[in-house]
């Protein structure tokens, strides 16, 4: 949509010189906006490390070209931030595991994340970035992950979920309000992915989905007790399902998503579409 190709990942070897002109993709598996989110996996990530990251590729930058046009480049660039989720699903809703929803409550969570979140975005506008799109949380009570813990009638999304995640979607708003208030020259866009996502699952025949209860590839209950993985025989008409697997939309209901976001009315890209910010 955009004309520019994906971007190459941060820690490929291979990510350097002209390569990083185009973009890099800093995302890391179950990462989020707290460090300790997705931990039980593993090593990733976490949103405070990938602005240290993107600080590195600055670096790099910097040998490629001169301050005056470096902060052109930044300017221009549009930094696509998706977190939040992850710090749900890999934490909040993890109580055997993570202790946050024994020390917060649904909106003193949303609001550590909220807070967390905006000291970064602010660390990514002290080094010259301008335009950045902040997507919110889709309705996470919805996804096969959830529905496969029995939590809600057969056919129904957990509830609860859903509802626990209105502070934080309206919280981020509202930051954009704020982000954009005191920082003249620049744009914040809210996605709304709550809204956009919500309108998939509650119209799929609109959109050509046929399954929006279950993954296309998992196992156990909804094909969403134990996730995607490797040498596992997936549906053979994924484009007819809203999720891939326990966590992640198809191709085909992200492709619907981008379009939201690229030429998306205010309801679902507040204040603007990301088509409009790039020509800003």
Known sequence: MLG??????????????????????????????LDETGQHYGERYSLSQQVLNFESTLDHLRSLMNGTNLSRYLAKSIAVLVFGNNDYINNYLMPSIYTSSYNYSPSEFANLLLNTYARQILALYSVGLRKFFLTGIGPLGCIPNQRATGQAPAGRCVDYVNQMLGTYNEGLKGLV???????????????????????????????GFSVVDRGCCGIGRNQGQITCLPFATPCPNRNQYVFWDAF?????????????????????????????????
């Open 4 to 33: 520019v190709p994906y971007p190459a990942p941060y820690a490929d070897p291979s990510t350097t010189g002209a390569k990083l002109i185009s973009g890099v993709n800093y995302a890391s598996a179950a990462a989020g906006i």
């Open 177 to 207: 309000d704020q982000l954009n208030s005191n920082h003249p020259g620049s744009i914040f866009v809210y996605g709304n992915t709550y809204a956009a996502f919500g309108d998939i699952l509650n119209n799929p025949a609109t959109y």
């Open 248 to 280: 992640h939309p198809t191709q085909a209901a992200n492709w619907i998503l981008a379009q939201r976001a690229f030429t998306g009315p205010p309801s679902y890209c507040y204040p603007i579409n990301i088509q409009q910010m790039a020509l800003i």
